[in-house]
């Protein structure tokens, strides 16, 4: 049973956005902190946001402060990731994840390419 599935990504070009989803099964959704990773080609898995319970307030590395904005919807248990000003160093593929249960996605890949 798949308890995450990410959608949303695909190609675009420098500058542009997107916005990932995450559909969460399975668990008390609402009582969990969430976050996103990513990992790059050749690349080691990177924490890109995270977001806790019950107040919903949001983290992010230095590296990625600006451009990416985490939010969820408890109501539809989902996780979004808006990923805005993209470049061509944020191609990845980019993973939900529960640190509770240490569960993953399956990842959406996002390509930056003019």
């Known amino acids: 049973q798949d308890q995450l599935k990410e959608s949303g990504g695909g190609l675009v070009q420098p500058g542009g956005s997107l916005r990932l989803t995450c559909a969460a099964s399975?668990?008390?959704?609402?009582?969990?902190?969430m976050t996103w990773y990513r990992q790059r080609p050749g690349k080691g898995r990177e924490l890109v946001a995270q977001i806790n319970t019950p107040f919903g307030d949001v983290k992010y590395p230095d590296s990625m402060k600006g451009r990416f904005t985490i939010s969820r919807d408890d109501s539809k248990n989902e996780l979004y990731l808006q990923l805005d000003n993209l470049n061509i160093e944020d191609t990845a593929v980019y993973y939900c994840?529960?640190?509770?249960?240490?569960?993953w996605g399956q990842g959406t890949r996002v390509t930056v390419s003019a």
């Open positions: 399975g668990f008390d959704f609402r009582q969990y902190s």
């Open positions: 994840h529960c640190p509770s249960f240490d569960y």
